[in-house]
């Protein structure tokens, strides 16, 4: 479990942090957005771990009792809340683990901390059962809640809590902890950054995921040959990807990168600038042969066949149009 010096990133979220602990004013409740991976029950364990700290410090010691408890998972003031059914977090859950424990004062420390995972998986019972805790809370608690959806929550608790926003990390320090920590070499760390988007721990799991090293080499074969190959064999190879449990959007997102890629060289003819560095001689017929109005119009239709599969459009048809553009273009 890290401590704030340790999360990579974020600095606007830990700042806020660290000067509430500095200055004594935390806040009673909150609510801790972004999309899965990017760190948030990292940042909600820093928090928890600095705040019940016996140095009273704005950076956890790791030396102390209390932080020693914390590590270990075994702080009697530290609370994760869980839920049985696994899309829902019930009024029972909420009464029996928070508000009917709330008021019993903190065992061994000033603070008693809340962690609400998932907490968009609140019904609206349970939301208004947490609701009253919020509104009239004991001085010494703190209630976070970690989720990927903050649209899910009622407004009435909205206006309670602080509401604190993960963005997603530049790709070059994805890339570089890729590369400096997990020692991935310079190009797959260069594609797992650009594909997870500012977010570590999805370009984590990508390093480390076959079934991403089996989509790159079968998006890679198509994308290489799409001009020569007849539409019905793409469309079956696309058919078979998604039999296979192959994520479509995640394909699509892919094709989106290749296709920068190529109209990116085209604009700066910088290889360094190139994620598929080692693509560099297709990408670079691809940039002479592509006019930009060629790109913009594939880039275009992927964007619309996205648009499509999300409004349940036949999923061939959307996969037909895109590829037709592709092949034209």
Not at 155 to 172: A, G
């Amino acid at each position: 479990m890290p401590g704030f010096g340790d999360i990579l990133g974020h600095e606007a979220v830990k700042e806020h942090f660290q000067k509430a602990i500095e200055s004594h004013r935390i806040s009673h409740a909150y609510i801790l957005a972004g999309e899965a991976g990017m760190g948030r029950k990292s940042l909600a364990h820093a928090f928890a771990l600095t705040l019940l700290c016996e140095k009273g410090g704005s950076q956890p010691c790791m030396e102390c009792h209390a932080c020693k408890q914390v590590l270990a998972g075994s702080h009697p003031d530290l609370i994760h809340v869980t839920h049985e059914k696994p899309a829902t977090i019930g009024v029972d859950d909420i009464r029996e683990q928070v508000t009917d424990t709330i008021m019993i004062r903190p065992y061994s420390s000033y603070y008693k901390i809340y962690i609400i995972d998932e907490a968009e998986k609140m019904t609206v019972q349970a939301q208004n059962a947490l609701l009253k805790t919020i509104e009239e809370p004991p001085s010494y608690a703190v209630i976070i809640l970690l989720t990927t959806n903050p649209e899910a929550f009622l407004p009435t608790i909205v206006s309670r809590c602080v509401q604190l926003k993960l963005r997603p990390l530049r790709d070059s320090v994805v890339e570089e902890y890729l590369e400096n920590v997990l020692k991935i070499r310079e190009s797959d760390a260069r594609l797992c950054a650009a594909f997870a988007r500012g977010n570590l721990g999805k370009a984590i799991r990508l390093a480390d995921s076959g079934e991403f090293r089996h989509m790159y080499g079968e998006l890679l074969d198509v994308l290489k040959h799409v001009k020569e190959m007849d539409i019905c064999d793409l469309l079956n190879r696309i058919k078979g990807w998604k039999d296979e449990g192959m994520d479509l959007y995640e394909c699509m997102d892919f094709m989106q990168i290749w296709y920068r890629d190529a109209l990116m060289f085209k604009v700066t003819k910088d290889v360094d600038l190139l994620i598929f560095g080692d693509e560099y001689d297709t990408i670079e017929e691809m940039a002479r042969r592509t006019g930009y109005d060629g790109f913009e119009m594939i880039l275009q239709a992927i964007d619309k066949a996205r648009v499509r599969l999300q409004a349940n459009v036949n999923m061939e048809l959307a996969m037909e149009l895109m590829l037709l553009v592709m092949k034209e273009n």
